[in-house]
C-alpha cells in the first residue's frame, strides 16, 4: 500500500512539474516575443535617430550659410526670429547688381510670371505671423474684344501664387493711342487699389469706366474683402474702402503720408508737395479744391533736381518726367516714386527735408514702388514688366 502512494505521488508530482515546465516555458516564450518586439521598435527607433541627426545636421548647415548670407549682405538684424519663411525671403531673392553707384539700391528677382504677356503692377507687402506675403494686379491685354484682363494675386511665403479674384474691362480710346501708352494709363487707374490693413486686403473691380475722352475716368467700382493666407472667397462690401490713395485720373493723384501731415500731388509730368494746416476729415473728401484752403506748398521743385541729361522727351507725350506710382517712408519726409515715361524708367527718392533728389533704382522698366520694412532694415518691392522685383537700402 505504501509502494503504491509513493508512485501515485510520484506520478502527481512529475506531472505537476511537467505542467510547470509548460506554463514557464509559455512564458519564456511570451516574454521572447517581447524582447523581440522591443528589439524591433529600438532598431526602428535608433534608424529615426539617425535620420534626425542627418536632417539637423542639413538645417545647420542650411542655418549657417544663411548666416554667412546674410552677414556678407549686411543684413543682420534679419536673424532675430529667423525662420524659413526669411530664410526663403533672402536666399531666393536673386540680388545683383552689386558694381552699381553707391547710391543704387541692392535689388533681384523675387518672382516672375510664367506668362510674359501679363504685367504686374500695385505691388503690396504684409508680414503676419512672422510671414511675408506679396499682392499685386496682374493685367494682359487682348486685341480681340479690346480689353485688359485684369487679376488680383496673393504670393504666398512658399512663392506659390492664389488667385484671389479677376475682372475684364473694355478699354477702346477715341484718341488712337497706343498699347504702351494706355497701358500706363491703365495701371496708373489701378494706384489706389490693394490696401493692406489689419490682416486684411481689400481691393475693388471696375465695373465702368469712362475712356471717351484723353483723360480716362473710373465711374463705378465694388469693393472687396479678404481675409489673407485664408484662400477664402472674397467678401462683398456695401461701402468703398478708403485708401491713402485718391486716383482721380491717370495722371492725377495724390497720396496722404502716414502722419497726414504731407500730401503729395502726381499731374503727371509734374509732382507737387503740400502742407497740411487744418484738414482733419476722411481722405475722399481732400479733393484738389481744397488744397489751397487746408495746406501750404512746401518748396521743393522737382525739376530743380532732375539731371538734365538723363532724360528725353517722348516723342508722343512731348513729356520729360511722367510720374506713375507714389510710396511715402512711414516716418521721415521722403517720398519713392517712379518716372514711368516710356523712353526713360526709374525709381527715385525725393528727400524733402535734406533738399534732395536720388535715383535708387536704374531700371527703365521699374515701376510702382512699395515701402515696407523687416527688422528695421528698409526695402521696396516694386514691379518690373512680370517681375515681383525686391530692393533693400545697402546704407
Request: net charge negative.
Amino acid at each position: 500500500m505504501k509502494t503504491k502512494l509513493l508512485l501515485y505521488l510520484t506520478a502527481i508530482i512529475a506531472l505537476a512539474s511537467s505542467c510547470s515546465n509548460e506554463k514557464h516555458q509559455l512564458a519564456i516564450q511570451k516574454f521572447e516575443s517581447q524582447v523581440s518586439s522591443l528589439n524591433d521598435s529600438i532598431q526602428e527607433l535608433s534608424s529615426q535617430a539617425r535620420q534626425l541627426t542627418k536632417d539637423l545636421k542639413h538645417t545647420q548647415d542650411q542655418k549657417d550659410s544663411l548666416i554667412a548670407l546674410v552677414q556678407t549682405y549686411g543684413y543682420y538684424n534679419l536673424l532675430s526670429n529667423i525662420d524659413y519663411t526669411y530664410a526663403d525671403f533672402m536666399d531666393t531673392t536673386n540680388y545683383g547688381h552689386h558694381s552699381d553707384s553707391l547710391h543704387y539700391w541692392k535689388r533681384g528677382v523675387y518672382y516672375e510670371l510664367a506668362n510674359k504677356n501679363e504685367k504686374i503692377c500695385g505691388v503690396k507687402a504684409s508680414i503676419i505671423s512672422n510671414q511675408l506675403r506679396f499682392h499685386f494686379i496682374g493685367i494682359e491685354y487682348f486685341k480681340q474684344g479690346n480689353r485688359f484682363s485684369t487679376s488680383i494675386y496673393e504670393l504666398k511665403p512658399n512663392k506659390t501664387l492664389f488667385k484671389i479674384d479677376g475682372f475684364d474691362v473694355f478699354y477702346q480710346k477715341d484718341n488712337g493711342d497706343n498699347l504702351e501708352t494706355y497701358t500706363h494709363e491703365y495701371m496708373c487707374l489701378l494706384l489706389d487699389n490693394l490696401v493692406v490693413r489689419n490682416g486684411r486686403l481689400y481691393y475693388y473691380k471696375i465695373l465702368d469706366f469712362d475712356t471717351r475722352y484723353y483723360e480716362v475716368e473710373i465711374t463705378d467700382k465694388a469693393y472687396y474683402e479678404y481675409v489673407i493666407g485664408s484662400e477664402k472667397d472674397p467678401i462683398a462690401l456695401e461701402a468703398k474702402y478708403l485708401s491713402d490713395y485718391c486716383v482721380y485720373r491717370a495722371e492725377y493723384a495724390l497720396l496722404l503720408n502716414p502722419q497726414k501731415t504731407l500730401i503729395a500731388t502726381n499731374h503727371g509730368e509734374s509732382l507737387y508737395f503740400n502742407k497740411i494746416k487744418h484738414w482733419t476729415g476722411d481722405f475722399e473728401d481732400f479733393s484738389y479744391s481744397m488744397l489751397e484752403e487746408n495746406t501750404e506748398s512746401v518748396d521743393y521743385n522737382l525739376k530743380d533736381h532732375l539731371p538734365k541729361n538723363d532724360f528725353h522727351t517722348d516723342p508722343e507725350t512731348k513729356k520729360d518726367v511722367l510720374i506713375g506710382g507714389m510710396a511715402w517712408h512711414p516716418r521721415e519726409n521722403k517720398l519713392y516714386f517712379d518716372n514711368s515715361g516710356i523712353t526713360y524708367r526709374c525709381i527715385w527718392e525725393a528727400d524733402l527735408d535734406n533738399d534732395k533728389l536720388t535715383k535708387i533704382i536704374p531700371e527703365h522698366h521699374a515701376i510702382h514702388p512699395f515701402y515696407f520694412e523687416v527688422n528695421t532694415k528698409t526695402y521696396l518691392a516694386y514691379a518690373e514688366k512680370n517681375k515681383v522685383m525686391l530692393s533693400y537700402n545697402p546704407n
